[in-house]
């Protein structure tokens, strides 16, 4: 005869009774449950601590020259490539990669070092991290990119800060695409729908820490953010600002010319 699974005298569909040899002597089963748990606990924290320890370093990256023995240079590196805590130093600028989030999207991060004028040492070279979005992104979207930026030459203080944006504008979706660009213990700057921000004025620091924020409104497309810093001399000369007014307005110029989505051709 059959018996329906679950009968007691069956053997079938129950659990055995510890009995006997099948105990632990002189341990109930509840601790050796415990002991168990905590074994696996033990080696489960073993094992975070191994892939800790194997995760990937940190990169540190180089501008390089734009021409043999020329000034000026980049580092250009695709979003799969940034990890947290990897630098990218350009003449006497270390910019360091706190955090970021580029939602999934591809795209690259080009770090530069542009000379602008002949004057001695840096007075208006532009440095600049641009975010390129490869495609354009399609709202609505929000992300961010966290970095810190500072001066590694004694004598130097930043003086000037830049915000600009890639925006093609849906007429036909309410809203407006917003890129923030937050300086800690320092200015936030705001551009709406590509508008460029500054050059706003700095008080004479060494190191920045920044924050660009993107909210792509619906039906809007982002192509990229670009930040723009300049320095100066700790004891400033009479002409540095207006020197950096007209080369941020010639960076402009060059950039609208390169981009499409400036252009209108997007």
């Known amino acids: 005869m059959t018996l329906p699974l679950g009968d007691p005298r069956s053997g079938r569909g129950q659990s055995p009774q510890p009995h006997g040899r099948g105990r632990t002597a002189g341990r109930p089963a509840s601790a050796l449950t ?90 208006d070279d532009l440095f600049s991290t641009d975010i390129n979005f490869s495609p354009s992104i399609v709202g609505p979207q929000t992300g961010f990119f966290d970095y810190t930026v500072q001066i590694t030459q004694p004598g130097w203080v930043f003086n000037t800060v830049q915000l600009d944006s890639a925006v093609a504008v849906n007429p036909r979706s309410p ?53 723009t810093f300049t320095q100066a001399s700790e004891v400033p000369g009479p002409l540095p600002l207006l020197g950096a007014a007209a080369a941020f307005g010639w960076s402009r110029k060059l950039r609208s010319r390169m981009n499409p989505v400036a252009r209108g051709e997007a």
């Not at 250009?76 to 989030?101: E, P, Q, R, Y």
């Not at 660009?181 to 004479?204: D, F, H, T, Y």
């Open 34 to 123: 415990k002991a168990l748990l905590g074994a696996a606990m033990v080696l489960s924290s073993a094992g975070s601590l191994v892939s800790a320890g194997g995760a990937q370093a940190a990169n540190n990256y180089s501008c390089a020259p734009r021409a043999a023995a020329g000034p000026g240079g980049f580092v250009n590196l695709a979003f799969s490539a940034i990890g947290i805590g990897d630098t990218v130093t350009c003449a006497d600028k270390t910019f360091t990669v706190n955090s970021f989030d580029f939602g999934g999207n591809t795209g690259n991060i080009n770090f530069e070092w542009v000379p602008v004028d002949p004057a001695p040492g840096y007075v």
């Open 175 to 227: 809203g407006d695409t917003s890129v923030i660009k937050e300086i800690r213990s320092g200015p936030l700057l705001n551009s709406i729908n590509g508008a460029q921000v500054g050059p706003i004025p700095m008080a004479g620091v060494t190191s920045l820490s920044v924050r660009d924020t993107w909210s792509v409104a619906q039906g809007d497309v982002l192509t990229n953010v670009k930040d």
